[in-house]
């Protein structure tokens, strides 16, 4: 074999090479992000607290991160609570008996929208549809989201040491932007970390959470009952669309 003939065979085996391991990343990071989704889909009950900073963008510039405090709590197939207080939040949403339930605590007025199925899965989808609600954390709650999950790249970065706890990191890129995910390495993969880059709006505005999980919570039906403090007032709810 020629010199040149040499350097051509070995060119090509590190392509292959390449190619071998890109794709064995991409299988590796989709089957971590799946199996992770399957694992929040398998529980019956779970809470989370999650700290979320968004990005106030105005002309690709950063004007200000606003920051809010989440707690949700999830007792499968139909009740779900929703608690979000910040600086430009203070409200509960409660899912129970087919009641959609949303309260704002700064005006003391809430609307409620009777939905046609009582499922968590079908409430949120009935209810970002119509009222074009946007929810980041809704990932974490659908019991089918690693069925629904769509990405036209993803990236394994391989492990990662957080707090004396150990990571997945992975990130993957759809419609709406590119999301890095840090997943808890082990047998109950659960979200820690999320970071969302907006790509759809200039300057590439970024929403990041940190998550405290309670995958077996001391929940009652209380949690998810809806009762209007007093002197609240009762609002219509327009639909987006």
Same mark, same amino acid.
């Given at each position: 074999m020629t010199f040149q003939k040499k350097i051509l065979c070995i060119a090509g085996m590190g392509l292959v090479l390449n190619s071998t391991l890109l794709i064995a990343a991409e299988q590796s990071a989709t089957s971590i992000l799946k199996h992770a989704y399957q694992y929040i889909g398998s529980l019956?009950?779970?809470?989370?607290?999650?700290?979320?900073?968004?990005?106030?963008?105005?002309?690709?510039?950063?004007?200000?991160?606003?920051?809010k405090h989440v707690s949700v709590k999830v007792d499968r197939p139909d009740d779900l609570r929703v608690d979000?207080? @910040?600086?430009?939040?203070?409200?509960s949403t409660y899912l129970h008996d087919g009641i959609f339930t949303m309260i704002d605590h700064r005006f003391n007025y809430y609307g409620q929208i009777k939905l046609p199925k009582k499922s968590i899965n079908a409430a949120l989808d009935y209810i970002f549809n119509k009222y074009g609600?946007?929810?980041p954390l809704a990932a974490l709650i659908y019991s089918d989201m690693n069925k629904r999950t769509k990405f036209t790249k993803i990236t394994y970065f391989g492990k990662r040491t957080i707090k @004396?706890?150990?990571?997945?990191?992975?990130?993957?890129?759809?419609? @709406? @932007?590119?999301i890095h995910a840090w997943?808890?390495?082990g047998e109950k993969p659960l979200v820690k970390y999320f970071t969302i880059i907006?790509? %759809?709006?200039?300057?590439?505005?970024? %929403?990041?959470?940190?998550?405290?999980?309670?995958?077996?919570?001391?929940?009652?039906e209380k949690d998810f009952i809806f009762t209007a403090p007093k002197g609240a007032s009762k609002i219509s709810v327009e639909s987006a669309n």
């Open positions: 019956d009950k779970y809470a989370f607290s999650a700290v979320v900073i968004n990005d106030d963008m105005k002309d690709g510039k950063l004007l200000k991160q606003y920051k979000i207080k @910040g600086e430009t939040k203070d409200r609600i946007k929810a @004396g706890a150990e990571y997945d990191y992975i990130a993957f890129r759809n419609k @709406g @932007g590119v997943i808890t390495h907006d790509t %759809t709006v200039k300057g590439n505005p970024r %929403t990041t959470a940190s998550i405290n999980w309670d995958t077996d919570p001391k929940l009652s």
